[in-house]
């Protein structure tokens, strides 16, 4: 087991109606502040007005930034720099999914630094000391960004997508109301699940070993999450599947399943490219590219994919083919995806092969990627290639 | 599930050598310190001195206050608190295990309240509301103080044992060394085992159904404990398996395992009473007066113990006869306890039956204890009785 450390402090209020609390939590570390969201259904639903009541009970004057889109951004995110020097804003309440989160974090370290805000994400990567202290109510779960430090933002001049992390970036509190997820579509639904299972295999797959307890909880979070997609397709407003799903993650994405261990984030950065130039879904390009990953570095660990595919698809293990035992196991990995509605080809979204090459070459431009094995460009195209 | 919200903001800080670290983390907080520890152990170890080193080379004043034993009492709680008082200390740094932790976090709760710190565990208890912040070099893994906001104080003055529990006893960091267990014996080490496993179980055994996620990373942790318990007693310097085991440890007692779930509790009730009067340790009682109120209880709920005997001790599901396989389950639990040479009965350690009447008793002086079933006096009496 490798030495680590782990700081989460979010708070987080689960359950129905506990976006009703928002204004108590609020009002704990602001008065004048800014709510972030996308692109306005929380007013069609009815959230919006709940959460501007209870923040009207508390007295906190609320300045209005929406229109995040998915893939958030940077011009967005100078415009909410900018309110809040102008208007002296004090915290950033969040109302969405990850892209908005991560706006929202962009936004919160800008408004505390006198230089140019891409500079957290790009180059040698200044970073974040201070920012404003922000809050969430989650509507979508899949990025994870509630609990993490991380934040991703696009480029949208020459489409880079890059991210950076700050312990000030963690949220103060986080709402999850499974209530709010039931409008999410079956498509939006195992776009998110795609997320959250890539976060636990980002973690999974390591060439550390000896982190039992590590991979015994991201097993069961798996299981957890293959068990209630299943369910929640039968019934979009299954309040139990939708929490098991919310709850499974956050936790697929606050650091408890890489204790002890490296992360691969591999897969992460060749989607970064696709959804960067694209503009898919993160989700869709992750349920593409890392099927595709796990069949290109499996043997580099047989053992590892084999006890996936024992402990969290049930493949009974061939002890004189554990070869056979993982492939078996990355074979359960696209059956689920197929079955749940993924995509499983780069052609199935339309896209086409005439940008590998400048992707993998942006994807490589900070060096390697990888720890589980680590790709140069070449893999990288190969990658792609077998993907298409 | 069940609503709920999860708050656990300590900083861990894992591995070799990082009782280093301590100096660093504690001048965030304090410049006069107060170092709380238990028998002087720590004195023949070395540890002491490197703890002294770390802190010296950031300038701490530390008064020292050692002296904390097993089931820790009242009256050192109030030489603490006298001595925070005057010496105007801003921290306290507790070095050793449970016992050292709840001493320090009563120390903490008194120190910043003008009556007596008895009030916060006994009648009515009036909540904590503020408390010196705190800091821990954890050298036991068992009662996972480490990362829980409670605290459990023996009144030597009629031998009660009561416990407290507020946001502000949560620790600002928790220093994990695992090969500072590595001079545990076999017998606390397993002494510790239980404790772990008895806070997994007191979350576990629940009648909220619909809590997949919480029950899955519990059924991982207790499999990792069971599988490192048999690991560490083959060499008590098997670095991965002290790890294991010490990191479970938090996460049996951080609350994770009990999101969207209530817990039952009336085990360690029951015990408490025992500890209380006869100053066993706590995990001795607890491997005795839990396999005894499973077998009290199991009938609430066949499934649930039917589940635990098939995800945690492998036992083949019989369909056609659930209570066996329930039964099954609880008779590994009592098999493991014995192999790795815990007591199963009071008469085992000495004690007989003459005081269960009174025990009994006090154990429900503030009410019924337990959530799984409600248990009233006479029932304690025959958890005893069937445990003697």
Redesign the interface.
């Known amino acids: 087991?490798?030495?680590?450390?782990?700081?989460?402090?979010?708070?987080?209020?689960?359950?129905?109606g506990?976006e009703e609390k928002v204004g108590e939590e609020t009002k704990k570390y602001g008065k004048k502040i800014l709510l972030h969201y996308g692109q306005g259904s929380i007013k069609k639903t009815g959230l919006f007005d709940k959460v501007m009541k209870s923040l009207k009970k508390e007295n906190i004057e609320v300045i209005e930034l929406g229109g995040v889109k998915p893939n958030p951004r940077l011009s967005l995110v100078r415009e909410g720099i900018d309110v809040c020097k102008k208007q002296n804003i004090d915290f950033i309440l969040v109302v969405g999914g990850g892209s908005t989160i991560d706006s929202a974090k962009a936004i919160a370290a800008g408004a505390e630094y006198d230089g140019d805000v891409w500079n957290f994400y790009s180059g040698d990567k200044v970073p974040v000391e201070k920012a404003l202290p922000l809050g969430i109510i989650l509507t979508i779960p899949a990025a994870g960004s509630e609990v993490s430090p991380d934040s991703v933002i696009t480029d949208e001049d020459g489409l880079y997508k890059r991210f950076t992390s700050g312990e000030s970036l963690i949220s103060k509190f986080s709402i999850l109301d499974p209530e709010l997820t039931f409008t999410l579509s079956a498509k939006q639904t195992v776009i998110g699940v795609s997320d959250i299972l890539a976060h636990i295999y980002e973690r999974y797959f390591t060439q550390v070993k000896?982190a039992?307890?590590t991979d015994?909880?991201a097993?069961?979070?798996m299981?957890?999450v293959i068990?209630?997609t299943r369910l929640v397709l039968r019934d979009l407003k299954d309040?139990?599947a939708r929490?098991?799903i919310m709850?499974?993650g956050s936790?697929a994405h606050n650091d408890?399943l890489v204790?002890?261990k490296t992360g691969d984030w591999a897969s992460h950065m060749i989607e970064h490219e696709l959804s960067g130039i694209y503009d898919i879904p993160h989700g869709e390009g992750l349920a593409i590219v890392f099927p595709a990953w796990m069949r290109f570095v499996y043997k580099d660990n047989i053992l590892r994919f084999a006890q996936f595919a024992q402990r969290v698809w049930n493949v009974d293990t061939d002890l004189n083919d554990l070869e056979w035992t993982a492939l078996e196991g990355i074979s359960r990995v696209e059956a689920f995806y197929r079955e749940i509605g993924l995509p499983l080809s780069l052609s199935e979204i339309g896209i086409g092969e005439d940008r590998f090459e400048e992707m993998a070459a942006k994807c490589v431009e900070d060096g390697s990627v990888g720890q589980f094995r680590e790709l140069k460009k070449d893999d990288i195209m190969e990658i792609y290639r077998s993907a298409k």
């Not at 989460?8 to 359950?15: A, C, V």
């Open positions: 087991m490798e030495d680590f450390s782990f700081y989460r402090p979010t708070r987080i209020i689960f359950g129905r506990s000896n039992e307890l015994r909880l097993e069961a979070t299981k957890t068990n209630n309040y139990n929490a098991e709850w499974a936790i408890l204790t002890g």
